[in-house]
């Protein structure tokens, strides 16, 4: 089970949060502005089409204005943010019905695991290994799609899911292990190489 490290607030979160004392309303709008635009991003790299996103995002804040402890201090309000976000995006990608030919131009003699993601989520492929991905376990989803989808760095992983760098090793790993097992399944090029 990971420790987590102790809480050490976002500056901006922290005057959004000191805000909401004197004004609740002007917190949220606050809140809004500093958020919708990343957000937004976020939740396009993941379903792939703006309305979608803005959708999610629009949703997103009206959790946010329901969740009770969105302003408290030792609330970790952007991550959770991230999390709703990601969450509502997997769903979306999930329900989804298309399953067709995922990896059809991937070529089978690449080498690496590594190079071969890197392929598939900036090639024509994305879409459908999007809703591969989202077979996958939350964690596993969340890491990969951090990782090789908005191409953040270890350090960068660990700050928005609020989790220690080897556990963002770990998880990346197995999330890769898994992937590879889920790909097999499907008979797709990507397992024959690996």
């Known amino acids: 089970m990971d420790t987590a490290a102790p809480f050490v ?49 629009q949703e997103v804040f009206i959790k946010a204005m329901r969740e009770s402890r969105i302003f408290d201090e030792e609330f970790r309000t952007q991550a959770w943010l991230y999390r709703v976000t990601r ?11 298309r399953r067709g030919a995922i990896l059809a131009g991937m070529p089978r003699d690449a080498s690496r695991f590594e190079d071969q993601l890197d392929a598939v989520f900036s090639g024509e492929a994305q879409a459908e290994m999007t809703e ?22 270890y350090n960068e992983i660990a700050a928005r899911l609020d989790i220690k760098m080897g556990t963002v090793m770990s998880r990346l790993s197995r999330a890769r292990d ?7 399944l499907t008979g797709s090029p990507l397992a024959v190489a690996s």
Request: include cysteine.
């Open 9 to 57: 607030p976002n500056p901006v979160e922290a005057e959004i949060k000191a805000l909401a004392r004197v004004s609740v309303t002007r917190a949220r709008q606050l809140l809004f502005a500093r958020y919708r635009d990343r957000l937004e991003y976020h939740a396009f790299n993941i379903v792939r089409d703006s309305a979608e996103a803005g959708d999610v995002v």
């Open 87 to 97: 969450n509502l995006c997997f769903n979306i990608v999930r329900d989804r019905r």
């Open 132 to 153: 591969l991905v989202a077979l996958l376990s939350d964690d596993h989803r969340a890491i990969l799609m951090l990782r090789y989808y908005e191409d953040l760095s």
């Open 178 to 184: 898994r992937l590879e097992e889920v790909l097999g």
